[in-house]
């Protein structure tokens, strides 16, 4: 039988979302489910609620803006103050991240919008949002681990 590697990919990855999000155990994607770090498809978060893990808080402010959050200092923006309000945040079925007005207008969105299925936003520990079906957007906020970069042993060093 026959597999093409694509269509193998996409079964895996929809495999592994969907034991993730069926799982019945005390995580969700890996994370606790108490923490409040995690959207899925069709949820949606709104006006002053927030998803937060450790230091990290990813808030809907009144004013339309989506803000991301290390203690107080502001790690990431939609950009989108007063563009609207009271707003909410809404996970599609798509893939798709939007910020929607109290009239319904369209504010905010991520362009991300795929085929329809699973998806789960998820704020990790390490500071980084992702929507995941496979990683489609991410506020690219992820801290890096703190290493020196050395030379391989048994490299060559030119001088300059």
Known sequence: MAINIASASTLLSSSILLLLIASCSSTRFGFPTGSGNVLT???????????????YNFAMQRDCNLVLYENDIVLWASNTP??????????QSNGE???????????????????????ALV?????????????????????????????????????P
């Open 41 to 55: 498809s069709g949820q949606e978060l709104s006006t002053d609620k927030s998803l937060s893990i450790g230091n």
């Open 97 to 119: 991240l939007q910020i929607i007005s109290d009239l319904g207008a369209l504010v905010w969105r991520t362009e991300t919008g795929g085929e329809y299925g699973k998806y």
């Open 123 to 159: 704020l990790q520990p390490n500071g980084n949002v992702v929507i995941y079906r496979s990683p489609v957007w991410s506020t690219g906020t992820h801290t890096q681990s703190k290493t020196v970069n050395a030379a391989p042993k048994n490299s060559v060093s030119q001088n």
């Open 82 to 91: 007063k563009r609207g309000s009271n707003c909410r945040l809404l996970l």
